[in-house]
């Protein structure tokens, strides 16, 4: 962490820095499951995230998700709660992609 901005909502938030990652090009949905399940997690709701009982992956969708020029998987951007925290509802409050899915 090298400081605190302010994102576009005018909320304070961590600046971080991380290494530049070399892209081939996105990872897959296919991929990304792949590595969830390797990883020892599995998809929950239709594969809106992932869980491992312990730790909930949410918004592991295209353009958060690379595959390096090394062939690994990188994850960008994703959110990450404990299980036991009540994220899933966190989640769907706060996520555009799961209020637009559930819109009618």
Same mark, same amino acid.
């Given at each position: 962490?090298?400081?605190?901005?302010? +994102? $576009?909502?005018?909320?304070?938030?961590?600046?971080?820095?991380?290494?530049?990652?070399?892209?081939?090009?996105?990872?897959?949905? #296919? #991929?990304?499951?792949?590595?969830?399940?390797?990883?020892? =997690? %599995?998809? #929950?709701?239709?594969?809106?995230?992932?869980?491992?009982?312990?730790?909930?992956?949410?918004?592991?969708?295209?353009? +958060?998700?690379?595959?390096?020029?090394?062939?690994?998987?990188? =994850?960008?951007?994703?959110?990450?709660?404990?299980?036991? /925290?009540?994220?899933? #509802? /966190?989640?769907? $409050?706060?996520?555009?992609? %799961?209020?637009? $899915? +559930?819109? /009618?």
């Amino acid at each position: 962490m090298i400081g605190f901005g302010e +994102n $576009s909502d005018g909320k304070t938030c961590a600046v971080l820095v991380q290494r530049f990652v070399h892209s081939f090009r996105l990872a897959t949905k #296919e #991929e990304v499951h792949d590595e969830f399940i390797r990883l020892g =997690f %599995h998809p #929950e709701d239709n594969g809106e995230y992932y869980t491992n009982g312990l730790h909930d992956i949410f918004d592991a969708v295209e353009g +958060n998700v690379l595959m390096g020029d090394d062939g690994h998987i990188y =994850f960008i951007d994703t959110i990450i709660y404990p299980s036991d /925290t009540g994220g899933y #509802e /966190t989640y769907c $409050s706060l996520s555009p992609r %799961h209020s637009n $899915s +559930n819109q /009618t």
